[in-house]
């Protein structure tokens, strides 16, 4: 399974989600944590920057975080940022820095849970990038995390059916595996050696 949790406070919570109405991010870490107990759990955190307000990438806010992290107890938690415009204008991607500097922190701070970030997309747009470019991509990709293919296509920004092409190619050569796992079928990076 891989949810989100974006915040470790309700404030921030509201700002980064925008939930509806009486959403509170404590019980959604409860469920999280519930979760994280029955089976296998990747939690994603996405980072985002701003150049005019504080974001959750603040030193205090990062803190709240990794505090709910720690009760929730997640087989991994997988830091990303955004690649895509977000609906607020004033907020950007974090930069690579920056991210490898909260990553540091959560590794120190949350003992036993891997911490991996997404490696950064290229800058090419994802229709124009060459087969042996987008090949690399998908195989990063999977290094970090287990994905469907719809995660491949939404952070790739590809179709569907163009990463089922690249997926079927892989899975064919033996670079990746596949499992299948609540109703879901996900793509991994084959074991090296």
Not at 60 to 71: F, M, Q, T
Request: charged letters at 30%; glycine letters at 6%.
């Amino acid at each position: 399974m891989l949810p989100s949790l974006d915040a470790g406070d309700q404030e921030t919570f509201a700002w980064i989600n925008r939930p509806a109405p009486g959403f509170k991010i404590r019980a959604i870490a409860d469920a999280i944590a519930a979760l994280a107990r029955k089976t296998v759990t990747w939690l994603e955190v996405m980072l985002v920057a701003s150049e005019t307000e504080e974001t959750n990438t603040h030193p205090e806010l990062v803190g709240y975080l990794i505090e709910e992290i720690k009760r929730i107890r997640p087989h991994e938690v997988t830091l990303n940022t955004c690649v895509r415009p977000p609906a607020e204008k004033t907020l950007v991607a974090v930069p690579e820095d920056e991210m490898m500097g909260i990553r540091k922190r959560m590794e120190q701070e949350l003992p036993g849970i891997p911490v991996v970030a997404v490696p950064k997309r290229t800058k090419a747009r994802s229709k124009l990038l060459r087969e042996k470019a987008l090949r690399k991509e998908i195989l990063q990709t999977l290094r970090v995390r287990p994905c469907t293919q719809a995660d491949l296509s939404n952070t790739l920004g590809l179709n569907p059916a163009e990463v089922g092409k690249y997926l079927a190619r892989l899975l064919e050569e033996g670079s990746i595996g596949q499992r299948d796992q609540g109703g879901q079928r996900y793509y991994l990076k084959a074991e090296e050696g």
